[in-house]
């Protein structure tokens, strides 16, 4: 708030709507290009790290939308209108970017709603499935994990992609019974595998600042009976975004539960050294888009070498995404990465086929049978 009351000044007003949702308006000023100005140095300036107490620090992104009246809009609610709707399409497009508003941008928001209601609609009427891709050693090829990956066949639309409704739900509080369902069916599709596979299932940053998120876990294991030590959290970074008191008490609490916790998509986010020091982690995944790039001369491997010496010296398991070559598996296991992931070792299945595919190779030897 005083960041925003500072960059603005005298030239208007700053309100704080809700939530970390604030509102600049300025009176006269309708040249487009002194205001991308403005909205680029709120996104700079509100983005530095902010210092705590005992020495930390925090770092919040920030997205801009902007609305010029009376082109966007002529009375308060209609350009307020507008305003959300840029908002939203800057959001949608990336952290830390401006956008105005335009007519077209209607037609997104509504395309958006129609999917949050028959996203809902999925979750009401069992529409949604869970799919497992193998996670393997990288040394004997035998399934350890199996990550569990949401999909949403539409009865008009057929195949619609997480990429496109995970984001929608992250926005609204659906993500929560969304997260709630996947970690209970995925949890009951474990139990049923050997006692040393275990299942990773994906956590929304949404879903971990959630008070409530530890007794949803422990409830899902309750229900199905499986075993704390074979459900596996995945994470990303932005997870540590936020209030961080808060984070370190659902880290402890999920930690006293007994369940693994694993950092996805490591190196793409807001990555520090800290993270992995204080954090009671087990594993961390090594980003796909380095093992793509280990052959090419842009410092790939050189970065992923460095994060494996680093793991192994903070006894974390490693495991790489994306393999799909051999001599991508070959560099991994010749530099002491534990475990893979990718086509080369199996796309994700339904779960009736992961469950066959579990059979087909021993936990000892990787052999098929």
């Known amino acids: 708030a005083d960041r925003l009351s500072n960059i603005v000044g005298q030239r208007g007003k700053v309100a704080r709507l809700g939530g970390g949702e604030f509102q600049g308006v300025l009176g006269g000023e309708d040249d ?14 509100l983005s ?9 620090r925090a770092v919040i992104g920030a997205s801009v939308g902007i609305a010029v009246f009376p082109f966007d809009g002529d009375d308060r609610e209609k350009i307020n209108r ?3 709707l840029a908002l939203y399409a800057s959001k949608n497009g990336g952290r830390g970017q401006f956008r105005f508003y335009s007519s077209d941008l209607k037609d997104e928001e509504e395309v958006r709603q129609q999917l949050l209601d028959d996203l809902r609609e999925a979750l009401a009427q069992g529409q949604l ?8 050693s990288i040394e004997s090829k035998a399934v350890v994990c199996l990550e569990a990956l949401m999909r949403w066949e539409h009865p008009e639309k057929g195949m619609v992609s997480p990429a496109m409704f995970i984001p929608v739900a992250e926005e609204t509080d659906l993500i929560n019974p969304l997260g709630e369902w996947a970690l209970r069916e995925s949890c009951a599709a474990a139990a049923k595998w050997p006692e040393t596979v275990r ?8 879903q971990f600042v959630n008070p409530g998120f530890p007794d949803v876990v422990a409830n899902a294991l309750a229900a199905t009976g499986l075993a704390p030590e074979r459900l596996e959290l995945e994470l990303t970074e932005s997870v ?7 984070t370190e008490r659902t880290f402890t609490t999920l930690k006293n539960l007994g369940v693994r916790l694993a950092l996805d998509d490591f190196g793409t986010g807001y990555s520090s050294l800290n993270h992995l020091r204080l954090m009671p982690l087990h594993r961390i995944k090594i980003d796909r888009s380095f093992i793509a790039d280990l052959d090419g001369d842009n410092g790939a491997a050189a970065i992923v070498a460095a994060v494996l010496s680093l793991a192994r010296d ?9 393999i799909e070559t051999q001599a991508q598996r070959d560099w991994l296991r010749a530099h002491g990465c534990d475990g893979g992931q990718g086509y080369l070792f199996g796309r994700p ?3 009736a086929t992961a469950r066959r595919l579990i059979g087909m190779r021993s936990a000892g030897t990787g052999r098929r049978h």
């Open 32 to 45: 487009r290009g002194k205001l991308g100005e403005l909205a680029g140095k709120i996104i700079k300036i």
């Open 48 to 56: 530095q790290p902010y210092p705590l107490d005992e020495g930390k």
């Open 82 to 84: 507008s305003a959300d």
């Open 129 to 136: 499935s869970m799919h497992y891709q193998p996670v393997v």
């Open 199 to 206: 299942v990773a299932v994906n956590v929304s940053a949404n």
């Open 240 to 246: 540590f975004v936020g209030d961080t008191e808060a």
């Open 314 to 322: 903070l006894k974390l398991e490693t495991v790489a995404e994306g």
């Open 349 to 351: 299945e339904d779960a």
